[in-house]
């Protein structure tokens, strides 16, 4: 069956650490992945996009990789700190024919302790 | 740029009656439009596309009866919920896209159906 996990429902860190979160996919071939930031009671927030011929993306202090031989992204927030405290979704276009339609993982609550 | 609005941000109904929940693109034309729900601490949910002028796509399990999407113009999708029963209660979020691969949320509106 066709799933989008990520592997840590919580993930705590001391502020000033580098944050990483997994999201693995299993029986898709997405044409690009997402990541998004959701704060409680609000819509997600766009961070970054990363195509299946792309190893690695950064923005600022966000890093994303795509890894589609092992089917797998991680998100990494370098010098974290406790504003990054949030919950990380990523998010996957399954296939090549672009719907737009995106399938989330559950999400990963990162808490940024100062 | 890029704003989507959602009205209402948040909702209570009594059951049996009906809710509309507006989306609108602010300060783009959305070519299409997407409703998604998010119950507590899980992942959204896709429940359909729509583009403008054309009915909308539901997704597997989805009633198109029950939650009615109308996308009228190139800046406004509505949602309406039929005779809302508790277990309608939840978080409904939509998103619209511009033709690109980025996708714009909306900041969500809270259903409770008492």
């Known amino acids: 069956s066709q799933k989008i996990e990520q592997n840590s429902e919580a993930l705590n860190i001391q502020e000033g650490k580098t944050a990483t979160l997994t999201c693995n996919y299993t029986?898709?071939?997405?044409?690009?992945l997402q990541w998004y930031r959701q704060d409680p009671g609000r819509g997600p927030v766009f961070l970054l996009l990363i195509r299946e011929n792309e190893k690695e993306k950064r923005k600022e202090r966000l890093k994303v990789t795509f890894d589609t031989t092992l089917k797998q992204s991680l998100f990494h927030i370098t010098a974290s700190q406790p504003a990054d405290s949030a919950t990380y979704l990523c998010a996957l276009v399954p296939g090549s024919g672009n719907t737009g339609k995106l399938i989330f993982g559950q999400g990963t609550t990162l808490q940024v302790k100062p | 740029g890029a704003v989507v609005s959602q009205h209402p941000s948040r909702v209570i109904c009594k059951s049996g009656t009906s809710v509309k929940i507006e989306c609108r693109s602010l300060?783009?034309?959305?070519?299409?439009m997407f409703w998604y729900r998010q119950f507590p601490k899980k992942s959204l949910m896709l429940m359909a596309t729509?583009?403008?002028?054309?009915?909308?796509?539901?997704e597997q399990g989805v009633e198109k009866d029950k939650f009615l999407i109308n996308h009228a113009s190139l800046t406004l999708s509505t949602l309406t919920v039929t005779s809302a029963h508790p277990e309608d209660s939840s978080f409904y979020i939509c998103s619209a896209s511009r033709g690109s691969d980025e996708q714009y949320f909306g900041p969500g509106t809270r259903l409770t159906v008492t």
């Open positions: 029986n898709y071939s997405p044409a690009y």
């Open positions: 729509s583009n403008e002028g054309s009915k909308a796509t539901y």
């Open positions: 300060d783009f034309q959305a070519t299409t």
